[in-house]
């Protein structure tokens, strides 16, 4: 049973296997995006002191071999060999990283992991998902690091924003002349290392494991072993006892080979099993689309004594990721895959067979959207929920009213009469400022609208938010309500609350902020704008220009905001005008 | 014409489950036959292969005439082979892999489900004021999956951790695992003017071992509904 990591969880190697020979599985996935794995050796200062150990496509191998790049296999999209006690004392760290090829980002990848796997047992997996990130063009999975000469293990899922030669100068690596710039590849399939002789020759004693893909990828291509070129093809049982003639000399395909996991592939000689009936009153569909595919995978051979096999994929846990090719010649587009092993026979049409997904039950699913714990006042749950703990301090919270979505505890809502100012802006604006009062012991989760939310903490110092964008903010606050008049304001007039002193206010815009320096010429929409810092010094420029107006019904943009401040003022505008 | 460099990557993943999603926004379900679904009418955005459509299924017309009073019927049922998308005017798409659980979720959240699932309308007590507003509850409970919305991204909150209840606004609620008693409370206070609109102002209070799942946002219009 392997052992489940989270997001900076650390355990002992020597806890998880008493094996120091691991094998370092990879899956990583998304759609349209290749991926470059590498290992980076660093010393005790996390630099890449010596390059020989940067493990890459085009490393293979650290000068003793203790470290290994063997390619996908196993279910694995790039699977490394580590033996720890060869490993030399410069070496401090090892961190596996994966890098997108081409365009994309990490948020378009799917359910992945990185998993450790030690005498043919899986014994430790940490699992991540494209959600867990943004723009990030590569990702830290994990670290085997030395403290105190003890291998630990320590599940990162750290995202960097730049792509693999951006990460190897973070290391202190150079980038050479001669290697390829990451991305200028493209999605051109079939990148081949240059034939060394680590890649050539499988590692003695050390076999990669008979995957569901015969030899998909896995560089076990010695010479003696004529192999098809085409490793995404599964041969079924009837099919492989024909002999298979290379047609093409093999290439050891490590990088850039597509993989497909076998289940969901199927080979148009074998015998289908019986399908379910065809939709009723329709076409009677391509047999080859939409049949499911077959169940010829059963178990998978023993390895028996190798100690360095990773097992076969879980039965449900891992659904194939590998992407193939468009429009590869043999796979069932539409059909989920089927489990393996025990899940063979194929099934009563009138029993609904469902497809496993990654991740069974409700909890796993709703896992990443958990809530987040932590003992702060103020916790930005996502980008639109946050919550604030008021039992703290027993300082009570001001919100807008309506904004509440959900609270636990001994909480009391009442309604803040606005005081002297805030009537002000009732009046003016027609609209009031209605606020409420949270207080007593108890969480209170505040969003509104899926605007998007940002706690911004005082300490001493000002900022103005316009009335409109002010979500909840700390009664410790001092607030007042000023007012910025100008022709063409709607409403007479643009309201904005001050507030000072130290706390927390939390703002909320609709969609992605942008924050500016007040330079010399700095305007601003007036219903764009949401905070500025309260130093800086508002003007209202109205820009009437004969020109436009010739142009009846044209709107144009004519009344702004320009701001002034001494240099270190900024301001807060997004992307809607209310 | 070549698919434009730019669009590179946005096509669909190869099928890993039942139901996936593509993006933040769509789901993404490969049908199978005998593997029928229930969606909301008007919530494909696209199929490839051969899928149909039935719009009024006898049993979901029984089973949903409490839904709402109106003569529409809240799902569709969708047979066939193929990839079906399904989105809901932009909010996130959760797909929930139930596994001999029960899930409650709010009639409005709820965009698919695998037909074979036990289901039914649930009615609260106490709650009958909200039937006007569009609450409702639909009970789902088996083996199979769920495909929910979310007008942002979710939030899950363990209920029962604290000695008191969890209160949430109806109009922010999704789902809730089927275990937890709820009720009604109205905030009695003169001067307490919670929620939206004026003066009245309900929230649920959920009680027991359970989470409940709120998305960021108050706005529980059912935009697939007002539309068509």
Redesign the interface.
């Given at each position: 049973m392997p052992r489940e990591f989270q997001r900076g969880h650390k355990a002992k190697i020597s806890d998880l296997t008493a094996g120091t020979d691991l094998y370092i599985g990879v899956q990583i996935?998304?759609?349209?995006?290749s991926f470059d794995m590498s290992c980076f050796g660093l010393d005790g200062e996390e630099r890449l002191s010596d390059e020989r150990y940067f493990i890459f496509f085009n490393q293979p191998t650290s000068p003793e071999e203790s470290l290994q790049l063997l390619g996908a296999q196993a279910g694995d999209t790039e699977s490394f060999r580590v033996t720890l006690d060869r490993i030399p004392p410069l070496v401090q760290r090892l961190s596996f990283t994966a890098t997108i090829d081409g365009?994309?980002q990490m948020s378009?990848v799917?359910p992945g992991c990185i998993r450790i796997v030690a005498g043919g047992e899986e014994v430790a997996r940490y699992a991540f998902d494209g959600?867990e990130f943004s723009t990030e063009r590569a990702v830290m999975l994990g670290d085997i690091y030395r403290k105190n000469d003890i291998w630990r293990f320590a599940a990162v899922g750290q995202g960097f924003d730049g792509g693999l030669d951006a990460l190897l100068k973070n290391f202190g690596g150079e980038v050479a002349e001669e290697e390829p710039e990451p991305g200028s590849q493209g999605?051109v399939p079939g990148f081949a290392p240059p034939p060394g002789p680590g890649v050539q020759q499988a590692p003695p004693a050390f076999a990669p494991p008979p995957g569901p893909g015969p030899g998909a990828g896995a560089p076990s291509g010695s010479a003696q072993v004529p192999q098809a070129p085409q490793p995404q093809v599964v041969q079924q049982p009837q099919v492989a006892q024909q002999p298979q003639v290379p047609q093409q000399p093999y290439v050891p395909d490590v990088h850039g080979a597509p993989t497909?996991a076998a289940p969901?592939v199927q080979t148009p000689q074998v015998p289908q099993p019986p399908?379910?009936?065809?939709?009723?009153?329709?076409?009677q569909?391509p047999q080859q689309?939409?049949a499911?595919p077959a169940q010829g995978q059963t178990g998978f051979p023993e390895v028996g004594s190798n100690p360095y096999a990773p097992p076969a994929p879980p039965q449900t846990a891992q659904?194939?990721?590998?992407?193939?090719p468009?429009g590869q010649q043999l796979?069932n587009?539409?059909?989920?895959?089927q489990g393996q092993g025990g899940m063979g026979a194929p099934q009563a049409?009138?029993v609904?067979?469902?497809?496993?997904?990654?991740?069974?039950?409700?909890g796993?699913?709703?896992e990443k959207?958990?809530?987040v714990p932590t003992g702060q006042r103020w916790t930005l749950?996502?980008?639109?929920?946050i919550r604030a703990d008021i039992g703290i301090d027993g300082q009570p919270v001001l919100a807008k009213?309506?904004?509440?979505?959900?609270?636990?505890?001994?909480v009391d809502?009442?309604?803040k009469g606005a005081g002297f100012t805030g009537r002000v802006v009732g009046n003016a604006t027609g609209q009031e400022m209605?606020l409420?009062r949270c207080s007593g012991k108890?969480q209170v989760?505040f969003?509104?609208?899926?605007a998007h939310v940002h706690p911004v903490e005082l300490q001493g110092d000002a900022i103005c938010v316009s009335a409109e964008n002010v979500l909840a903010f700390d009664e410790s606050l001092q607030h007042e309500v000023r007012r910025i008049e100008g022709h063409g304001i709607p409403g007479g007039a643009l309201f904005t609350m001050q507030f000072t002193g130290t706390g927390t206010v939390v703002v909320k815009t609709q969609g992605t902020p942008v924050v500016l320096p007040v330079t010399p010429t700095t305007f601003a929409d007036a219903q764009a704008v949401v905070a500025w810092s309260a130093a800086a010094q508002v003007i209202v420029s109205s820009q009437v220009r004969l020109h436009r107006n010739a142009y009846p019904g044209h709107s144009g943009e004519t009344v702004n905001l320009q701001f002034r401040g001494a240099p270190g003022n900024f301001i807060v505008v997004q992307p809607y005008e209310v | 014409m070549n698919q434009p460099?730019a669009l590179?990557?946005?096509?669909?993943?190869?099928?890993?489950?039942?139901?996936?999603n593509?993006g933040?926004h769509m789901v993404k379900v490969?049908?199978?036959?005998?593997?029928d679904l229930f969606a909301r009418p008007g919530s494909m955005v696209a199929y490839?292969?051969?899928v149909?459509y039935e719009a009024n299924p006898p049993a979901v017309r029984q089973m949903a005439s409490q839904w709402l009073s109106g003569e529409k019927n809240p799902l569709m049922l969708c047979?066939?082979?193929?990839?079906l998308y399904l989105a809901d005017y932009g909010a996130d798409t959760?797909?929930?892999?139930?596994?001999e659980?029960s899930?409650s979720v709010n009639g409005t959240n709820l965009l698919a489900f695998?037909a074979?699932l036990q289901w039914g309308v649930e009615r609260v007590k106490g709650l009958a004021k909200f039937a006007g507003q569009g609450l409702f509850n639909v009970g789902i409970r088996g083996?199979?999956?769920v495909a929910l919305t979310s007008?942002?991204?979710?939030?899950?909150?363990?209920?029962g951790r604290?000695e008191?209840?969890?209160?949430?606004?109806p109009d922010?609620l999704v789902a809730w695992?089927s275990g937890l008693k709820m009720k009604g409370k109205r905030?009695m206070?003169a001067?307490?003017?919670?929620?939206?609109g004026s003066g009245e102002a309900y929230?649920i209070a959920f009680s027991g071992q359970g989470?409940?799942?709120?998305?960021?946002?108050?706005?529980s219009t059912d935009r697939i509904r007002v539309r068509g």
């Open positions: 996935a998304g759609a349209g995006l365009p994309g378009q799917g959600s999605g497909v969901i399908g379910p009936p065809g939709p009723a009153g329709g076409q569909p689309a939409f499911p659904p194939p990721q590998q992407q193939g468009p796979s587009p539409f059909a989920p895959p049409p009138h609904p067979h469902i497809p496993q997904g990654p991740a069974a039950g409700v796993a699913a709703l959207y958990r809530e749950q996502n980008a639109s929920l009213q309506g904004s509440m979505v959900l609270y636990q505890g001994k809502f009442s309604h209605q409420m108890g989760f969003a509104e609208n899926t | 460099a590179a990557g946005f096509a669909p993943a190869p099928v890993g489950a039942r139901m996936q593509h933040q490969a049908m199978q036959s005998g593997q490839e292969g051969f149909q047979r066939g082979d193929g990839l959760v797909c929930v892999n139930l596994n659980e899930l695998d074979h083996t199979g999956w007008r942002g991204a979710p939030i899950v909150v363990d209920c604290g008191d209840e969890t209160y949430v606004d922010a695992s905030s206070k001067g307490a003017l919670i929620g939206r929230q989470f409940v799942v709120v998305q960021p946002s108050e706005d």
